[in-house]
């Protein structure tokens, strides 16, 4: 489990996280900073003159390290991306950096080894179409070689259901959220020297999501899921956001900010065996409560 810290002005959110970590809890201007921040990482947003001039710190950390592009990947993913502009394969696409892990090892196959000489003999095509108007000055004409880059800006990507092309918005919630968590984990599980980071947005979970969320076990990929919780999941998993941060994987933060609190709840075992019963029922209005 790593430490993980969004700090945006004076304002911060900290908490344990594995692989995955629902953030729940009706606080939604603490959980905003944390797409906030990692969309300012996205688009490499330095401090504002505002920040720099009122000393306020915007960062995150991993383990109370701040976070570089050397050493983490951050994605923000919600049902309603322009996936059009994923299939452009542009620079920060989620697609591209699934394509280039799953096509790393294609210069080794046979049929790439006869086609990239096909494509440099075609340079010889090219340059006898162009070359046959003037004798005395010719052009020379080299395509370039044929790598994973360039295979990239070759191909156009669609999408495929049941083998007939379909368009990304007429797939359902589960089968677009599904299809991003498995590029994720692919992307993740290629490059272990870095951590990932993906927040995750949407109303609402089913068994698609969940399963596949639960078949996750890279260790340097995490998961946070903004959304209403699931029926069956552990607590270690939850962090929630009210008044304050609790993370339900820290014993010492539920005893101390919620047993200690109320005389009903005698010990650490009952307020987690309530917690428990609460989230199962969906009785968020009685977590508040007790918060």
């Known amino acids: 489990m790593k430490k993980l810290t969004f700090q945006l002005h004076h304002d ?20 905003q900073i944390i797409p906030t921040l990692m969309n300012m990482y996205i688009n490499k947003l ?24 050397r050493n983490t990947n951050l994605f923000i993913i919600h049902p309603y991306i322009n996936f059009n502009e994923e299939l452009k394969l542009k620079r920060n696409s989620v697609l591209k950096r699934y394509l280039e892990v799953k096509l790393k090892d ?9 086609l990239s000489i096909l494509f440099q003999d075609f340079s010889e095509v090219i340059n006898s179409y162009v070359n046959s108007i003037n ?10 070689e044929l790598t994973i880059k360039q295979i990239l800006k070759l ?3 669609r999408i495929l259901k049941d083998e007939i092309s379909i368009h990304f918005d007429e797939l359902k919630i589960n ?8 590029m994720l984990s692919t992307i993740a599980k290629d490059n272990l020297n870095k951590t990932h980071i993906c927040y995750i947005k949407m109303v609402k979970t089913n068994e698609d999501i969940i399963s596949q969320l ?14 209403t919780p699931p029926v069956n999941i552990n607590l270690e998993h939850i962090v929630y956001l009210k008044d304050e941060v609790i993370d339900f ?3 010492n933060q539920i005893y101390e900010k919620i047993t200690l609190q109320h005389s009903d709840l005698i010990d650490l075992k009952t307020t987690k065996t309530e917690l428990k019963s609460y989230i199962k029922e969906q009785k968020t209005a009685k977590i508040e409560a007790i918060l």
Do not use: C, H, R
Request: hydrophobic content about 30%; overall charge negative; glycine content about 4%.
């Open 12 to 31: 911060y959110v900290e908490f344990g996280a594995g692989v995955k970590k629902y953030l729940l809890g009706s606080n939604q201007l603490k959980k």
């Open 46 to 69: 330095d401090d504002s003159d505002y920040s720099e001039d009122n000393n306020l710190k915007n960062y995150i950390k991993v383990d109370d390290n701040e976070i570089t592009k």
């Open 106 to 114: 294609i210069e080794l196959d046979e049929e790439y080894t006869t």
């Open 135 to 144: 004798k005395d000055i010719n052009f020379d004409i080299q395509l370039p």
């Open 155 to 157: 191909v156009e990507p």
């Open 175 to 182: 089968e677009k959220m599904t299809l991003w968590i498995e």
């Open 214 to 227: 639960n078949k996750l076990n890279s260790p340097n990929l995490i998961i946070l899921i903004d959304t």
């Open 249 to 251: 994987a820290d014993d």
